[in-house]
């Protein structure tokens, strides 16, 4: 065995408070239970944004508190007080795509959601997602939102 890996399975997942980055994230911590893996949620910002987890603009610029805290609220949102113990969080700064992509180096899985925050809602693939699927250094998974009874 290659003594430079890690002995802990790695499992990537990029959340950006969107329906299917959520659903990424539980369906990533239900396959790292079942295979032992550690979770890193990686929530990238790249330009200042009112929307998603990261990105608050304020009109001095750019709030990391305010973004920790949006990010913390919706890592909430979807445990509750139940959050995994070997749940890694990660803000990052720059280009969503490009940030997963690196996250995924020496990752044994990146899960992704089918769309995120922007784009055209008839698309199959986000921009993001579709980016990763082509470039990340491991496998991916493109989770789908649950459809909801109003579409």
Known sequence: MDSNRETTPRVVVGVDGSEASREALRWAVRHAELTGAAVEAVCAWDT???IGWAGPATETGFDLERARLRYA?????VFGDNEPARLRRMLVQGDPSEVLVRASEGA???V???RGRGGFARAMLGSVSQRCAQHAKCPVVVVRARPTEHR
């Open 112 to 114: 992704v959601g089918n």
């Open 73 to 77: 609220e919706g890592i909430r949102e």
């Open 48 to 50: 200042p944004s009112e």
């Open 108 to 110: 044994d899985l990146l």
